[in-house]
């Protein structure tokens, strides 16, 4: 009995230890374009932040009216490259998951930033036809609110604007 319960323990110890898989080529991929992209705002690099975006690509922003094409986020953005610095959006955790036949997928992320604190991003990057490049279909900012102040928050959003 007492040899079982140690080969039990030893189970159970060994599988939540297992270090989590390598990235896959894809995902590896993926991050370095979106690593890539927050990297160009924080350089006011216009020209190679946009090359990221797919051709029919949405930004939404934190504001509800915040729904942009691409050329529509960029005349919106460009004032912000122009002084020489966008914005500056930090991954701190990722997941993607990406469909069978690895031409689309979708992902996730927490980001440090220095203007509106902890933010998620999530959005679908679709890897171009044309030359194999993952691109940015659709990416879609969010400020994280702790459920316990959401109370708090709501009061804020339904008062009238000052």
Known sequence: MRACL???????LSSCTKAAPPPTV?????????????????????????????????FLGTDATERWDVDAFRKY???????????SFKSTRR?????????????????????????RGSGVVVRDPTDGVWRIAQYNLTVTIPNERFAEVRKVLESPAP
């Open 6 to 12: 140690i080969l039990a323990a030893a189970t159970l």
């Open 77 to 87: 953005a460009h004032p912000y490259f122009q002084k020489g610095k966008a914005w």
């Open 26 to 58: 894809a995902e590896t991929e993926i991050a370095r374009v979106l690593d890539d992209w927050h990297d160009a705002a924080a350089h006011a690099d216009e020209e190679r932040y946009f090359r990221h975006f797919a051709r029919a690509a949405v």
């Open 95 to 119: 997941g993607t998951t990406i469909a069978p036949g690895s031409s689309i997928a979708w992902f996730d992320e927490d980001l440090a930033t220095e203007k509106l604190g902890p933010c």
